[in-house]
């Protein structure tokens, strides 16, 4: 095991998508790269319940990290997905007003847009917004466009970053749950110690590594500290934001193109009416705090809320004869408002945290600033790499392989299971079976 040649130049701890971005981005450079996850199947938390939309950042506050990695995943998002395969909507978003006091702020929206890079970002009258989706309930008294929106098919973009790194020699390992308690830093060599935590007799599987990324989301605070402790200007304590969310079928007289969004606060984008790359109508997230990082069950109450909700942006759906499943995601927020990625090159080590709800957003940007921070402690590869990009599948071939394979989709020789209800019950509807997502 101590052979130079089993020693990983970095090991990322997480199988979200931010894990992902960062084992291709690292990869890509020419690291010799591994990525492990606790559960059996990459995409498991946060990253299977998200909205499935790339933002412009409008609600990321100027001068943090958050919204210049937003912005330099922006730049290259849309040339990422034509390059792969992905399917996408970019058709932009409308902030859209309802009563005089929020109609007044259209355009404090429009300048943070443009501000965000959204350059072409626009107020529209009732009446346009009429003709762009005539759905829509007449009350609206304006919008802000913002053009560089994009709806994507969150599991597909997602699970793409992973193929793509593996494609390019990274190797993932699922099932395999980091032991904080047991993982070392070997200080003679300045190499890790990779343990796997184990609950029975087997013996734990062990990686080498020169750097580790933990980037295991609403849990990253508790492996920083047993890891490698907390400095005060460096620590935060995550904070875990429920978000709760509820599908439709759509129809002629409901469907929608733009995601429908508040004014955003400083605190959240608020509730969106948005339709999914499949059509499907979804209204969500909410954005309540809980105590609990794992707790997903479906509350009664708010599940009400977001009926009216919907039934108010889109008077003619009907809540009931139209449902077809609802889900909870738990957005790994913190104490901090911007994202928390650090490194502490005396421990070989860098924190990728406090990646709220713009993960899939600035996924690229910031695998790209992880690597950015990995070649300050890391040799420079000693040739470079040669990338190779072959497009993922059709999606009409992805679609018939996940009702063969029982929810599961085989991609360059590896099988996926489909985790993320919106690409879960778009794939049911194409298929002709009747849409539904499960109860969570």
């Not at 994009?150 to 993932?172: F, M, Q």
Request: some cysteine; charged content about 20%.
């Amino acid at each position: 095991m101590d052979n130079n040649n089993n020693i990983y130049d970095v090991v990322v701890v997480g199988g979200g998508v931010v894990g992902s971005a960062v084992l291709r981005a690292a990869t890509l450079k020419g690291y010799k790269c591994a990525l492990i996850e606790k559960d059996e199947h990459l995409l498991s938390h946060a990253s299977g319940s998200n909205s499935g939309i790339a933002c412009t950042g409008v609600d990321a506050t100027p001068g943090t990290l958050e919204r210049a990695l937003i912005r330099d995943a922006n730049s290259m998002f849309r040339l990422y997905c034509k390059g792969h395969n992905i399917p996408t909507r970019p058709c932009g978003s409308l902030v859209c007003a309802w009563d005089m006091e929020q109609k007044n702020k259209l355009y404090q929206v429009l300048d943070e847009s443009l501000d965000a890079g959204d350059t072409h970002a626009s107020i529209l009258s009732p009446s346009q917004i009429q003709q762009k989706e005539p759905n829509l309930n007449k009350r609206c008294l304006g919008a802000t466009h913002i053009p560089g929106e994009v709806v994507v098919d969150p599991w597909i973009y997602s699970i793409s970053l992973a193929v793509h790194a593996r494609e390019n020699g990274a190797k993932i390992f699922t099932n395999f749950e980091f032991d904080p308690d047991a993982s070392y830093l070997n200080e003679n060599n300045n190499t890790w110690s990779v343990i796997e935590k184990c609950s029975n007799e087997k013996s734990p599987r062990i990686l080498k590594a020169k750097t580790i990324v933990n980037a295991t989301g609403i849990f990253s605070d508790h492996v920083q500290k047993k890891s490698i402790g907390s400095t005060s200007d460096k620590s935060w304590t995550a904070k875990p934001r429920r978000g709760q969310y509820r599908i439709y079928s759509p129809s002629l007289d409901t469907c929608i193109t733009h995601p429908i969004q508040p004014i955003p606060t400083q605190r959240t984008k608020g509730i969106f009416v948005f339709s999914t790359i499949y059509n499907q109508i979804v209204v969500g997230p909410t954005a309540l705090d809980q105590s609990s990082r794992t707790d997903r069950s479906i509350d009664p109450k708010v599940a009400n809320q977001l009926d009216d909700h919907v039934k108010n942006i889109i008077p003619a759906i009907d809540i009931e004869k139209d449902f077809v499943g609802h889900y909870v995601g738990i957005r790994p927020g913190t104490n901090k408002r911007d994202y928390q990625i650090h490194l502490y090159p005396n421990q070989g080590w860098v924190a990728v945290a406090g990646i709220r709800s713009t993960g899939l957003t600035a996924s690229l940007g910031i695998g790209n600033y992880v690597v950015r921070l990995l070649n300050s402690i890391l040799e420079s590869p000693t040739e470079i790499p040669t990338i190779k990009t072959t497009p993922i599948p059709h999606l009409s071939d992805m679609i018939r392989d996940f009702h063969t394979r029982n929810g599961f989709v085989q991609i360059q020789n590896f099988e996926y299971k489909v985790t993320h209800p919106l690409t879960i019950c778009g794939w049911q509807e194409r298929d002709g079976v009747a849409g539904h997502v499960p109860r969570m």
